[in-house]
């Protein structure tokens, strides 16, 4: 059988990225990803959100999804909402309120409808 060779401390040392695989905060000062816009202060914690926010930047045409739909020129900075903006050419409407027959397209019309329509 054989003998760990690593030293008492070990576990301190290996438990920050168990801590971080576990999302919970680590001892390390944490790291300011600031935008490189001239005239933009904006601040962020995580390189990916900074990343996010630097496409807000960019002109309109520039942006990387484009909607499929013929004869729609509207472009999105994100995926999910060129997706969500699709299902207003499809007549998708899959958020059905349970009060009543309407339906929604989309997550939070249906909850702006309950909080109008449906208020106690």
Not at 62 to 82: L, V, Y
Not at 87 to 93: A, D, I, M, P, Y
Request: proline share 5%; glycine share 4%; charged share 30%.
């Amino acid at each position: 059988m054989r003998v760990s060779a690593l030293p008492a401390q070990a576990p301190a040392i290996t438990g920050s990225t168990t801590a971080k695989r576990r999302g919970r905060k680590s001892n390390k000062t944490p790291t300011i990803h600031k935008c490189i816009i001239t005239g933009c202060s904006s601040e962020f914690d995580r390189k990916y959100t900074l990343q996010q926010h630097i496409f807000t930047h960019l002109p309109k045409s520039q942006r990387p999804f484009a909607c499929t739909h013929e004869g729609c020129s509207k472009r999105f900075n994100r995926w999910a909402d060129k997706m969500r903006h699709e299902r207003v050419h499809t007549g998708e409407s899959s958020f059905q309120c349970k009060f009543c027959e309407t339906s929604f397209s989309r997550p939070d019309a249906r909850l702006n409808h309950y909080r109008r329509v449906h208020r106690e």
